[in-house]
Nanobody, 128 residues
Framework: QLQLVESGGGLVQPGGSLRLSCAAS????????IGWFRQAPGKEREGVSC????????NYADSGKGRFTTSRDNAKNTVYLQMNSLKPEDTAVYFC?????????????????????RGQGTQVTVSS
């Protein structure tokens, strides 16, 4: 059974940091581009960051550039999203998603929300 499980969400004060993890089971993440998406109530889903299967190419939404960093450890079959200098507007459910590399760029994955599998998501709340 193919599964993606996110962890690391929670409540953090503005200016704080969180590291989200996305662990895969049932398949090898190295064969997939991985994206982090977020969905806040009343807002459109946003592709926060996407990383290629090798980790050599990344894409970030303008909202997270300079604050968010995505990385992957294919040996651990896990992808991470490090989020620093968090703002209240970062509050959302964050989920990771996998896309089998078949011609789509990570830019397209993030911009168009293209993926084959997704996790359930983890809540991130930024509030004082």
């Amino acid at each position: 059974q193919l599964q993606l499980v996110e962890s690391g969400g929670g409540l953090v004060q503005p200016g704080g940091s969180l590291r989200l993890s996305c662990a895969a089971s049932g398949f090898r993440l190295e064969n997939y581009a991985i994206g982090w998406f977020r969905q806040a109530p009343g807002k459109e889903r946003e592709g926060v960051s996407c990383i290629s299967g090798s980790g050599g190419t990344t894409n970030y939404a303008d909202s997270g550039k300079g604050r968010f960093t995505t990385s992957r450890d294919n040996a651990k079959n896990t992808v991470y999203l490090q989020m620093n200098s968090l703002k209240p507007e970062d509050t959302a459910v964050y989920f990771c998603a996998a896309l089998a590399t078949r011609g789509f760029t990570v830019q397209a994955m993030c911009a168009r929300g293209i993926f084959d599998y997704r996790g359930q998501g983890t809540q991130v709340t930024v509030s004082s």
